[in-house]
């Protein structure tokens, strides 16, 4: 029953109950992993950002540097909740209000002084730009299990709080192709699968947990999957 790199993406077509339209979630440590200049995310404000892009454009040039060190890290402290801009503060040499970037100038912030190297036509500054974003960085990431009662198979994820269970199925798909093809269960009843996890009373208890000084990951819920022999070959 585990999936095969050819049955994973012709498979996606049947879970029909999944919106292609709705933001796709993430959860920190998926952001993490994309730490290169070739392969750039970030995360600010709640939001995931693919900057590969803007890393390619401006190849080479020290105003990418921050930018680049940031890489598959978390941003929001750049930025001033309120307008979701650039921080600002007075800058000491002109009395004016500049852009504070501790971090150092990066791809788009105008030099503090008037210079003639420096051109402001790229357009909307790469904060800015919706082009950008991928995703919704999720506010709180759950670990669960998920148990084959076919071939007794389990294996932990960590997913986001906010996914329905369908979303949660297409992170198990490596692991099994036909993952659909099973009823999902968690004490006994019957998950539904447009709801999340907290909707579907599968509680998230790590705050009691962490009260109690007790290890959250020792309690993992575990949901079982039953076969209804009705294989999604294609």
Same mark, same amino acid.
């Given at each position: /029953?585990?999936?095969?790199?050819?049955?994973?993406?012709?498979?996606?077509?049947?879970?029909?109950? /999944?919106?292609?339209?709705?933001?796709?979630?993430?959860?920190?440590? =998926?952001?993490?992993?994309?730490?290169?200049?070739?392969?750039?995310?970030?995360?600010? /404000?709640?939001?995931?950002?693919?900057?590969?892009?803007?890393? =390619?454009?401006?190849?080479?040039?020290?105003?990418?540097?921050?930018?680049?060190?940031?890489?598959?890290?978390?941003?929001?402290?750049?930025?001033?909740?309120?307008?979701?801009?650039?921080?600002?503060?007075?800058?000491?040499?002109?009395?004016?209000?500049?852009?504070?970037?501790?971090?150092?100038?990066?791809?788009?912030?105008?030099?503090?002084?008037?210079?003639?190297?420096?051109?402001?036509?790229?357009?909307?500054?790469?904060?800015?730009?919706?082009?950008?974003?991928?995703?919704?960085?999720?506010?709180?990431?759950?670990?669960?299990?998920?148990?084959?009662?076919?071939?007794? +198979?389990?294996?932990?994820?960590?997913?986001?709080?906010?996914?329905?269970?369908?979303?949660?199925?297409?992170?198990?798909?490596?692991? !099994?192709?036909?993952?659909?093809?099973?009823?999902?269960?968690?004490?006994?009843?019957?998950?539904?699968?447009?709801? !999340?996890? +907290?909707?579907?009373?599968?509680?998230?208890?790590? =705050?009691?947990?962490?009260?109690?000084? /007790?290890?959250?990951?020792?309690?993992?819920?575990?949901?079982?999957?039953?076969?209804?022999?009705?294989?999604?070959?294609?």
């Amino acid at each position: /029953m585990a999936a095969t790199d050819a049955a994973y993406p012709l498979f996606l077509w049947l879970l029909p109950a /999944m919106d292609v339209y709705r933001p796709r979630y993430y959860t920190p440590k =998926e952001v993490e992993v994309h730490n290169r200049p070739w392969d750039l995310w970030v995360s600010y /404000m709640g939001r995931v950002y693919d900057l590969s892009p803007l890393a =390619e454009a401006y190849k080479g040039d020290l105003l990418l540097k921050p930018i680049l060190e940031a890489a598959g890290k978390d941003i929001t402290h750049w930025f001033n909740p309120k307008t979701k801009d650039i921080q600002t503060h007075i800058n000491p040499l002109t009395g004016c209000l500049k852009y504070y970037t501790p971090q150092g100038r990066f791809v788009h912030i105008p030099p503090p002084l008037p210079r003639t190297d420096w051109a402001n036509d790229f357009g909307l500054p790469w904060w800015r730009d919706g082009n950008y974003e991928v995703g919704i960085l999720s506010a709180k990431t759950r670990r669960i299990r998920i148990i084959n009662t076919l071939t007794s +198979q389990e294996h932990t994820l960590e997913v986001c709080a906010e996914e329905s269970m369908w979303e949660i199925l297409r992170r198990y798909l490596p692991y !099994n192709a036909h993952a659909a093809s099973y009823t999902w269960k968690y004490e006994r009843v019957n998950l539904d699968m447009d709801k !999340n996890l +907290q909707q579907n009373n599968i509680p998230d208890e790590d =705050e009691e947990f962490y009260n109690l000084y /007790m290890d959250a990951d020792a309690f993992t819920p575990a949901i079982l999957l039953y076969f209804n022999d009705d294989l999604t070959e294609l």
